[in-house]
């Protein structure tokens, strides 16, 4: 079956750095893509990774190994705007999103 | 340019009752799609569209209905509430359906059954 794992919840401090990590099984594979959630707004796209590596942007950067089935989020310098949650979604051999739960992430002064 | 928009951002109804979730995006954007977010759940898609006239089910379709008739409006239509329809329902849409595209997002509409 098709699963994206992702952690709950993760607490760090403002100024810090956080690691948000997320597996995935998918039928075929076509990329994964990071979405930000403020609570109670909608998704908003943070990145997309379909080659291993890490891409950077600015404060955030996103990884990934396609060998492991796995990706990761990085934070820096956090920010009390940077609360909300993350979500990870795999992109299936039919261009379809399988989307994890998400991690909400509690950023403490 | 307003992106996409849903209405009503908040509905009560009764078991049984029936009401339409509006969506509409300005991007000339080809592929809309409707979105339910359960606590505890990944978004889970419902219905999804690849152009006008052109629908099809998505992993939670029972219970629901859309259609397009134009580029811009796709609205979800709720047959005959149910409790279980308890949801935070989003619209997304992309700009084409090929690939694996950006999905710009609604605000959201929060709907509690009773």
């Known amino acids: 079956g098709q699963n994206i794992d992702q952690p709950t919840e993760m607490t760090a401090t403002e100024g810090a750095i956080v690691q948000i990590n997320c597996t995935y099984q998918?039928?075929?594979?076509?990329?994964l893509f990071w979405y930000q959630q403020h609570a109670g707004e909608a998704p908003t796209f943070l990145s997309y990774?379909?080659l291993d590596g890490l891409e950077e942007k600015g404060r955030f950067s996103s990884f990934l190994s396609r060998s492991k089935g796995y990706s990761y989020l990085l934070l820096k310098e956090l920010q009390m705007k940077d609360s909300a949650s993350y979500l990870c979604?795999?992109?299936?051999?039919?261009?379809?999103?399988?989307w994890g739960a998400g991690t909400k992430l509690i950023i403490k002064p | 340019n307003a992106g996409v928009t849903q209405t009503p951002k908040f509905q009560v109804l009764k078991t049984g009752q029936s009401m339409t979730l509006q969506c509409a995006q300005d991007?000339?954007?080809?592929?809309m799609s409707w979105y339910r977010q359960d606590p505890g759940m990944g978004l889970r898609l419902i219905h999804y569209?690849?152009?006008?006239?052109?629908?099809d089910q998505g992993e939670v379709p029972n219970g629901y209905n859309v259609s397009r008739s134009t580029t811009e409006d796709f609205p979800l239509r709720l047959l005959s509430a149910a409790p279980s329809q308890t949801s935070v329902y989003f619209c997304?849409?992309?700009?084409?359906?090929?690939?694996?595209?950006?999905?710009?997002f609604g605000a959201g509409s929060r709907l509690t059954v009773l």
């Open positions: 997304a849409s992309s700009p084409r359906v090929s690939g694996a595209n950006v999905l710009t």
């Open positions: 991007m000339n954007h080809e592929y």
């Open positions: 569209s690849v152009g006008a006239g052109i629908t």
């Open positions: 998918t039928s075929g594979f076509n990329g």
């Open positions: 990774n379909v």
């Open positions: 979604a795999g992109v299936d051999s039919n261009y379809q999103l399988i």
